[in-house]
């Protein structure tokens, strides 16, 4: 009971391919690789922020003429 068979296995397949059909299945694994890519990329952006927001004078300051 605490693991499933191949035979568990195989019916669920058949049921998410009769759920979604075949041809959306390639999309919804395009669309998780997007999403888990541009995680990612979000995740290493907050590791090393941008030194271009340094040279930005406060905002509650108006710029000196």
């Given at each position: 009971?605490?693991?499933?068979?191949?035979?568990?296995?195989i019916?669920?397949?058949?049921?998410?391919?009769?759920?979604?059909g075949?041809?959306?299945?390639?999309?919804?694994?395009?669309?998780?690789?997007?999403?888990?890519?541009?995680?990612?990329?979000?995740?290493?952006?907050?590791?090393?922020?941008?030194?271009?927001?340094r040279?930005?004078p406060?905002?509650?300051?108006?710029?000196?003429?």
């Amino acid at each position: 009971m605490g693991s499933m068979s191949l035979f568990h296995w195989i019916i669920v397949l058949v049921v998410v391919v009769v759920l979604f059909g075949a041809g959306k299945i390639p999309r919804l694994a395009e669309d998780l690789a997007k999403g888990i890519k541009a995680f990612r990329h979000g995740m290493r952006d907050e590791d090393h922020p941008d030194d271009s927001r340094r040279d930005l004078p406060p905002a509650d300051k108006p710029p000196a003429p």
